[in-house]
């Protein structure tokens, strides 16, 4: 297949990779042809360019900042996105010929350049359903499901799922939520979970790592590592690593960046036993996960849409037993039992939160043996080779 793959996210090969630069390089390993347009945030070109990446023709197009940006200056760059992505497609793509248009969510406002691709190409579409907006926002009490804002996505969100083929969902409970909320697309929804290359352990020892990121040689590390704001429930995320600081034998590690991030470092700041990390790269990300222990895992209880993060990809690549807090609908617990990589609590349970954590504090065999079978579901069923299959399955290739 020749592939347009529109996305938001995918880094430059010096920054690292992502889930979305392993699933384009899998597409490509396989023969097929893809051309990757990147709606680029960062102030470091003046217009579009075309390039090659990975061994991937990439086409970074100048847009405003959708990430880490007030609500202004988001909200500003989304209204420009299409008008940005379409002057890139057309001054450079115009000529050529693809089969399929390959996108994610967020943001939604991408339905636009997904709409024009359609037609100029004659190709078919498929959704890589990431989040499901506006209504996490409704959730997480941002604006009121009768406001302006909420109506004004809900029309582009509804957009977004009639000009796409396919909606590829990551998880069942994903699945049923759409077809139950938007029944006149529940012929298009279809299993697509997300997915990551496998990386090998680092080349040193554990006690070597840990000697390189200043953490302690002797005690179980808990980790929290990606994005830290509201959809991830700083407050129970607090709490939580307050309980985990208070344990002689424990440590707590938070590594990302957001909007709490901060807002975390300080609430720990009286706190023994933790630290708190700026975003790493991928390749110095995975190999401070080598030196850890149990991966963290935390989602705001007031959530009705079922999320399901991707970060427990990397602790399972890294053998990292996995403590789950989260709402009631995220089926990330059913995985959790599937796998029997881990322990899941609902958000708010701080005692028995604290009760899992002392186990696994404490147990370093039950430890080994969850990131064990962690390790081996990951292998099998979540690298891109599946993502890969279920794509061209879907789309007839």
Known sequence: MNILYLTSVFPRPEDGATIYTDLACELSRRGHSLTVVVADGKKTQEQAQLGTERGLEVLRVRTGNLYNVGFLKKGLATLLLSHHLKRGIMRFLKNRTYDLILYETP????????????????????????????????????????????????????????????????????????????????????????????????AISKA????????????????????????????????????ICEMEKAFFLAVGRGTHTEYVRH??????????????????????????????IFLDSRFTVPNFPSRILSYMNFSL?????????????????????????????????????????????????????????????????ISADLLETYMGN
């Open 107 to 202: 943001p939604l406002a991408v339905y636009k350049t997904v709409q024009y691709a359609k037609k100029r190409f004659g190709a078919s579409s498929f959704l890589m359903l990431k989040d499901i907006f506006p209504q996490n926002g409704v959730d997480l009490g941002i604006y009121k499901k009768n406001s302006f804002i909420f109506q004004y996505f809900r029309r582009q969100e509804n957009a977004l799922y009639r000009v796409s083929d396919k909606i590829g969902c990551m998880s069942k409970a994903n699945m049923e939520y759409m077809k139950k909320h938007n029944p006149a697309v529940s012929g298009k929804v279809v299993f697509f979970p997300n997915t990551k290359a496998v990386s090998e352990m680092p």
């Open 208 to 243: 070597s790592v840990r000697e390189k990121f200043h953490l302690p040689a002797d005690k179980t590390i808990f980790v929290f590592g990606g994005n830290i704001g509201l959809p991830q429930s700083p407050d129970a995320l607090i709490a939580c690593a307050k309980k």
């Open 267 to 296: 609430a720990l700041s009286n706190a023994d036993n933790f630290m708190v990390l700026n975003e790493l790269k991928r390749c110095d990300y995975e190999e401070l996960l080598s030196a850890c222990d149990v991966g963290l």
């Open 321 to 385: 037993a996995v403590l789950a807090c989260t709402d009631n609908v995220s089926d990330i617990k059913d995985l959790l039992s599937e796998s029997g990589c881990g322990f899941w609590c609902k958000n708010g349970c701080l005692a028995q939160f604290k009760q899992l954590a002392g186990k696994l504090c404490e147990n370093s065999q039950m430890r080994e043996e969850m990131g064990r079978k962690g390790y081996l579901f990951f292998k099998e069923r979540l690298n891109p080779g």
